[in-house]
């Protein structure tokens, strides 16, 4: 699986660090969400898989902190607007 640029990507994490991959993404919405969008793509293998086991994993590296809200979906979100 590949972090892919994308229509409306903004900003890119990990940018000039050799040590990770860059992640293209559309930050978007007020600040106070700090939301930030980014798209994957799967490669053939990984979608055969998927389509065997229905599953897709999520890891996040947290280092210690409150581990803060994810979304998985197949389309692109809109911008989350809590009220």
């Not at 990507?9 to 990770?20: I, L, S, W």
């Not at 991959?21 to 898989?49: H, Y």
């Amino acid at each position: 699986m590949e972090p892919i640029k994308f229509d409306g990507a903004n900003a890119v994490f990990g940018a000039n660090q050799p040590e990770y991959t860059p992640l293209p993404a559309e930050c978007v919405g007020n600040p106070e969400t700090g939301q930030i969008n980014t798209c994957w793509e799967l490669s053939p293998e990984e979608i055969k898989r998927v389509q065997e086991t229905g599953k897709i994993w999520l890891s996040v590296l947290t280092f210690g902190q409150p581990l803060q809200p994810v979304l998985l979906t197949a389309d692109k979100p809109g911008i989350y607007n809590p009220e």
